[in-house]
């Protein structure tokens, strides 16, 4: 099992940033990689980046150039720093983990935060 606590979200201007945080402990040596996925009212959970244990990311094209995910392996924790954000940013964020290696389909996440309220006003 690995447990996932994320932190960081909030109420931001537009044009400004947020820096979110996942606190995974547990099994976490079972996993392939840590995503972020965002899920805004009436739409459905969304990839917004990803990160393997290598180091390789992978983001949403709504977001790059925009969004940074990098991990701290010795503290067990990923972190999406978000620059420039934007009204449609606004969603609850989770962080998830995962086995596999498709990394970009929530359905493919075993694991998962409780989320994260980001609020982008304009």
């Known amino acids: 099992q690995v447990q996932l606590v994320e932190s960081g979200g909030g109420l931001v201007q537009a044009g400004g940033s947020l820096r979110l945080s996942c606190v995974a402990s547990?099994?976490?040596?079972?996993?392939?990689?840590m995503g972020w996925f965002r899920q805004a009212p009436g739409k459905e959970r969304e990839f917004v980046a990803a990160?393997?244990?290598?180091?390789?990311?992978y983001y949403a094209d709504s977001v790059k150039g925009r969004f940074t995910i990098s991990r701290d392996n010795a503290k067990n924790t990923v972190y999406l720093q978000m620059n420039s954000l934007k009204p449609e940013d606004t969603a609850v964020y989770y962080c998830?983990?995962?086995?596999?290696?498709?990394?970009?389909?929530?359905?493919?996440?075993?694991?998962w935060g409780q989320g994260t309220q980001v609020t982008v006003s304009s």
């Open positions: 998830a983990a995962t086995r596999s290696r498709a990394i970009g389909w929530p359905k493919y996440y075993d694991y």
């Open positions: 990160i393997t244990w290598s180091g390789g990311t």
């Open positions: 547990g099994r976490t040596d079972s996993t392939n990689a």
